[in-house]
């Protein structure tokens, strides 16, 4: 199922209506596939409407309401006097601003346990017990598929509809749409199965092996396999979706081998994720990125460590993992077992290498470590105060030199500037012989992220080269700590690491390339099996690590290998590395992928 060649262009016959809970709602990755190829969508389509879930926070940040036309103001008042629902009209405040519709159920919320009924006597699907997870996107979904019913009917659309529904928080909508009778094309991307995800991140049973022997039975699992994984609600709402939809996508060829074992039902087309490279620096500006957050981040790490002992950052290879919470399907363990064993060698050899290592998957946190805002905050004091006394330095050099004579310390620097700078010394340098903390947060308690790293003796302590920052907080300019934003951070390092077990797609390692880093994925991944094809060998630009068939710890291990190649490399290697990952990072541009979208309405509206 190979990415299909058609023109981005072909579908300008057609309204294009894309329902999503995260349109103009930032809750997961699918935020980031809806936005990045937004401009490719409306260039594609003759008419198009984005449609998403009324949540009044994201919604004051992320949308304008205006007036809609009349034909859609038909529908939405059909809607609001025969079901209660609310529909709100405007523009998506992201680029291009493309017009959205916000559904807010209004009385049909009270309405849940109908509306599950109603899919249970249809479709099977048993929501017996479900919480708010579910039944608040059910009762939305539901919702929009009414109004999208309504458009039909009241002849809103300028062109052929075909209505894009994605994963299985959007189903009711698509089943709703599908049994309506009225004229609309349904296209159904599921970006994880629910039951893959949830078998891969408890560790009961190995996934690969459980599709490849299910596969070769030629049968997909019986839903009780659902049940032992307390995820009956979802599975068979995707199942029931991939049935009834008119074509069935998913968003790598991993999953797509996946879906066809669990879902029952061959993705018609497969849509690799893409970023629009427009948004992302050229090769000459990644550099110049690089050197100006590397050096905030370096005085972050300065101001972090200094206190405790001396860091020689100038020398350090800084990298990092990113994503959610997901201790085994994001490989957070296996990038922690390969500090571990990075941090003996280094340390045996000692080389003089210095690796700082960011974790950054965000948890519950009660707050931020008052000594580390404290020695951030003094480290800041001595870079304002040497600031503050540059332009007199620079003043008195200058005299000094139209005298003729050498800058002496004595008339070059103010003995009050020299006092500030001792007291200040002796306050940055207060904690010395204690450890640095492995994270500027407070926890609630240990969890598998500290206890790992305590496992595998990663406590930052003075002797070990391996210095491990765990930030289980969203990056931000105002964070009171790091004051980044993500993708300023990510440009920072030299290096991003996302040893996943489980991942349908991957947009980090792509970010991470795309942005000039050393990016590494694994086999596992649908971008690792997206960009295998393409590399060289010996090429350490972009990694694919194994991991199919291969112990955790042998991926670790490999990791490590190339943690400690990647260390080892001069400057310009390194430099030359990374330029080849950015040009590596173009193949999943949005300008050449979007055609597989465009591929799949074409069959929705035409069959193949």
């Known amino acids: 199922m190979k990415p299909i060649n058609s023109k981005v262009g072909a ?39 984005a449609v998403g879930p009324y949540v009044e926070a994201s919604a004051k940040k992320e949308f304008r309401e205006e007036k809609p036309p009349k034909a859609l103001q038909q529908a939405f008042d059909e809607a609001a006097s025969t079901h209660g629902i609310k ?29 599950k009924h109603g899919l249970w006597e249809e479709h099977g699907i048993d929501s017996w017990g479900t919480d708010g ?49 009225v004229d609309i094309r349904t296209i159904f991307t599921t970006h994880s199965t629910v039951l893959g995800r949830s078998i891969a991140e408890t560790g009961k049973e190995d996934l690969y092996s459980f599709i490849k022997h299910g596969r070769s039975g030629k049968g ?111 490989g957070i363990d296996v990038f922690i077992d390969a500090l571990a064993k990075l941090n003996g060698r280094l340390r045996k050899e000692r080389s003089g290498k210095t690796v700082a290592a960011f974790i950054w998957v ?3 946190t009660t707050g931020k470590k008052p000594t580390v805002v404290e020695n951030l905050d003094v480290f800041e004091d001595v870079g304002k105060a040497i600031d503050e006394e540059k332009e007199r330095i620079e003043r008195n050099i200058l005299r000094s030199f139209i005298k003729g004579e050498p800058p002496k310390n004595e008339k070059v620097l103010d003995m009050e500037f020299i006092r500030k700078l001792m007291s200040l010394g002796e306050r940055l340098k207060r904690m010395g012989g204690k450890t640095p903390p492995i994270t500027p947060f407070e926890l609630p308690g240990e969890n598998s992220i500290t206890q790992a790293l305590a496992r595998g003796g990663l406590l930052n302590r003075k002797q070990d080269p391996v210095k491990v920052i765990y930030y289980p907080a969203y990056l931000s300019e105002d964070d009171g700590l790091l004051e980044m934003k993500y993708y300023n951070a990510m440009a920072a390092c030299d290096m991003g690491i996302f040893p996943s077990y489980y991942e349908s797609w991957g947009y980090t390692p792509l970010e991470a ?22 590399l060289a060998g010996g090429d350490k630009s972009i990694t694919v690590l194994r991991r199919d068939g291969v112990s955790p710890g042998d991926t670790a291990a490999e990791l490590e290998r190339l943690l400690y190649d990647v260390c080892m490399m001069s400057p310009e290697e390194a430099e030359m590395s990374r330029a080849k990952a950015k040009e590596l990072s173009m193949l999943a541009d949005w300008k050449e992928l979007y055609k597989n979208y465009t591929r799949a309405y074409e069959i929705s509206l035409n069959g193949r």
């Open 11 to 49: 579908i300008s016959d057609i309204t294009l209506l894309e329902a999503s809970y995260e349109v103009a709602n930032k809750v997961g990755g699918i935020y980031t596939v809806l936005v990045s190829k937004m401009s490719y969508a409306l260039q594609a389509a003759g008419e198009y409407y």
């Open 87 to 115: 529909c709100r009209f405007g523009t998506w405040l992201i680029e291009k601003s493309p017009k959205c519709i916000l559904v807010d159920p209004g009385a049909q919320a009270a309405r849940c346990d109908e509306i």
């Open 133 to 181: 997870w579910f039944n608040d996107p059910v009762v939305w979904s539901k919702c929009a598929g009414i109004v999208i019913e309504a458009m039909g009917r009241k002849g809103a659309f300028k062109h052929r509809p075909v209505a894009h529904f994605h994963e299985w928080l959007s189903g009711a909508g698509l089943l709703h749409v599908k049994s309506s009778g």
């Open 220 to 330: 997909t699992p019986p839903d009780k396999k659902a049940y032992e994984y307390n995820v009956q609600a979802k599975h068979l709402m995707e199942k029931a979706c991939a049935k009834n939809c008119d074509v069935f996508t998913t968003v790598s060829q991993t999953m797509a081998t996946e879906c066809e074992h669990i879902l029952g039902r061959k993705p018609d087309v497969v849509l690799p994720n893409g970023l629009d490279m427009n948004k992302f620096p050229s090769p000459g500006n990644v550099v110049k990125m690089h050197e100006t957050h590397n050096e905030k981040m370096k005085d972050f790490l300065l101001g972090y460590f200094l206190p405790y002992y001396e860091i020689d950052v100038d020398k350090a290879m800084i990298c990092f993992l990113s994503g959610r919470y997901e201790f085994r399907n994001k």
């Open 362 to 364: 965000p948890a519950h």
């Open 513 to 534: 390339a795309a942005l000039g880093l050393h990016s590494v994925t694994t086999d596992l991944s649908g971008y690792g099996m997206f960009i295998k094809p393409h």
